[in-house]
Structures are given as structure tokens and as C-alpha cells.
């Protein structure tokens, strides 16, 4: 029987105590998502407080190319240290041996499977910021690496979680419209996964999966692109520049339903989530959904480059 080592078993021993709170580790500070989820969850005394898990730890990361990254990341590390109580160590193996799950969080894509790969070589189910990676090879590397290892892991645009977006989850959509903001990252090869990110999801979120064939077409100001899933229903993105509000519309036999354009776009339900997934084991968005919004963005990319042919999803 394989023993654990102390670390591992005090670990263990705090998460299974009555009343005690998962500890999780941030890999990645470099966004203003890790302290909006470190108040969440760190300060109780917060209107959107969610119970049962500590930001504890965290590993700074950073891609110094990348001008948000560059920015935001000793304010963001510093907040985290000393307003949350958050400690900054200087490597992942380091994090890991301190929490019991981790969040991937890195604003930039690029490093998400390399910084992936040392936290499913420690056994640590992860959720992953978006986005998810920086190409759909990346993505699928990912998913690979995790299954073989046995980690759980998941993806999400906290937009997936939002009364604007689940309050139009209803039966026998025939057909769905999202809007959202859609600027780039130079060094991102998916263009639509820095930001446009967002709108994709909301538009799997109602959709599902099952896209075949997607066909895009591009301008300065804006992207409208068009997937056809294998049943005949159309899907629509369109992802504006440099940003834009959030919408939806859910088309069915006889009606129209429209989002409220007064909801609430904001993390604490996706939050509600992640810590449900940690404590539980279930993952709430299956990983090949996410792996299909990463082929979505690959042949919407692929149909940009050949002036708006349609294309096929690999």
C-alpha cells in the first residue's frame, strides 16, 4: 500500500476536518481574477463571500511580453500578499505541497501547458483560467497529460455561470446569438481566444456541443462568425473591438428570447463552482466541450485566412 508523506497526510487531515476550508493555490498573478477570487473567498465578511476554501498560497508566473501580464503583476501579487494573507512562493513544486487543489490563472495562454503540466505531475485537480491555451494543440496536450494522470481538471468563462446567460437555457433552442468583446493578443495564435473567448463559451453554454463547420468574417471593428452544428442549427458570435457589452438571443419555433441587457456580469457564481468542483470531484463543464470551443477558434481562424471560406472543425 502506498503511504503518503506527512505533508501530504496533514493535508489530507485538514480538508476531511469538520468545518475546515480546501486550501488552494493560485499559479499565475498577473490578472485582477485572483484577487477578486481572494476576497471571495478569504474575506467572510464580503456581501459575495463564498464558504469553503482559502486562497493560501500562490506562484507569481508572468510572461514579461505581454503588456497586461507586465503590468498588473507585482500589484496584483503584492495585494495578494498583504491584504489576503496570501503566500508567494517561488516555485509550483513549492505550491503544491501546500494545497489541496490549484487554479491556473496566468492571464496569458502561452505558459498555461507548461505550468499545467508541473501541477498534473504533483496530482492537483486544477481549474484553468481562460484561456484555456494559446493554440488547440496546447489545449489538447493539456487534456492528454491530465487523463493519463488521472487529474481532474476544467475550463470556464465565468460568463458560462451568469443569470444573463443560464436564464436563457431553456428547451427546444433552435438557434443562438451572442455578442461580446473580441480584442486581440499579438502573441496569442488564436486571436478569438484572448477575449472572444467569452462570447464562444456563452454560445456553447446555450448551443452545446456539435459544431461542424464554422465560417467567419473579419473587419477592423469587428468579427461575426457563424457555426453550423450537425443537426442544421446556426450559432452567431460576434465579437467586437476594442470592447463592447455582453448580450444573447435564444431563437425557437415560435419566439425569440432576448437577454436582460441590466444583468449582472460578475465571477461569484463561476466561483460558487470551482469550489463545489474541489470539494467534490464532479466537473461542472465536460472537457470536450472545451476542447470543441478550442476547434471553433481554429477553424474560425483558418477562415479568416482564406477570406472567409467556410471550414471545417478538426
Known amino acids: 500500500m502506498k503511504r503518503l508523506c506527512i505533508p501530504s497526510l496533514l493535508l489530507l487531515m485538514a480538508a476531511l476536518a469538520p468545518g475546515a476550508d480546501l486550501r488552494l493555490g493560485l499559479v499565475g498573478t498577473d490578472t485582477s481574477h485572483v484577487t477578486a477570487f481572494a476576497k471571495m473567498l478569504n474575506d467572510a465578511s464580503s456581501p459575495d463571500h463564498v464558504p469553503g476554501a482559502r486562497i493560501v498560497a500562490a506562484y507569481k508566473g508572468g510572461m514579461p511580453d505581454n503588456a497586461t501580464s507586465a503590468k498588473y503583476i507585482d500589484q496584483y501579487s503584492e495585494e495578494l500578499r498583504s491584504k489576503w494573507g496570501v503566500e508567494i512562493v517561488p516555485r509550483i513544486a513549492d505550491l503544491c505541497s501546500k494545497v489541496d487543489g490549484i487554479l491556473l490563472t496566468s492571464v496569458d495562454g502561452r505558459p498555461h501547458l507548461a505550468e499545467a503540466r508541473e501541477i498534473i505531475a504533483c496530482g492537483k485537480p486544477m481549474w484553468i483560467d481562460k484561456p484555456l491555451a494559446s493554440t488547440l494543440e496546447d489545449a489538447r496536450e493539456i487534456a492528454r497529460l491530465a ?66 463547420e464554422v465560417t467567419r468574417t473579419y473587419s477592423e471593428g469587428a468579427d461575426v462568425i457563424v457555426g453550423r452544428w450537425k443537426d442544421g442549427r446556426l450559432g452567431v458570435v460576434r465579437a467586437a473591438r476594442p470592447y463592447g457589452a455582453y448580450g444573447a438571443v435564444v431563437f425557437r419555433e415560435r419566439e425569440a428570447i432576448r437577454s436582460d441587457p441590466k444583468a449582472a456580469v460578475g465571477y461569484r457564481d463561476m466561483v460558487v463552482e470551482i469550489v463545489k468542483f474541489f470539494e467534490t470531484g464532479v466537473v461542472p463543464v465536460p472537457v470536450e466541450e472545451s476542447l470543441e470551443m478550442f476547434a471553433f477558434m481554429d477553424a474560425a481562424l483558418r477562415s479568416k485566412e482564406s477570406g472567409g471560406r467556410p471550414q471545417a472543425l478538426r
Not at 175 to 196: K, T
Open 147 to 212: 487523463k493519463a494522470a488521472g487529474v481532474k481538471w476544467w475550463t470556464s468563462s465565468s460568463l458560462r455561470f451568469t443569470p444573463m446567460i443560464t436564464a436563457l437555457k431553456v428547451d427546444g433552442i433552435g438557434g443562438a446569438m451572442v455578442w461580446g468583446p473580441g480584442p486581440f493578443e499579438e502573441h496569442h495564435h488564436l486571436d478569438l481566444s484572448w477575449y472572444a473567448i467569452h462570447p464562444i463559451e456563452m454560445l456553447y453554454t446555450l448551443m452545446g456541443p456539435g459544431c461542424t
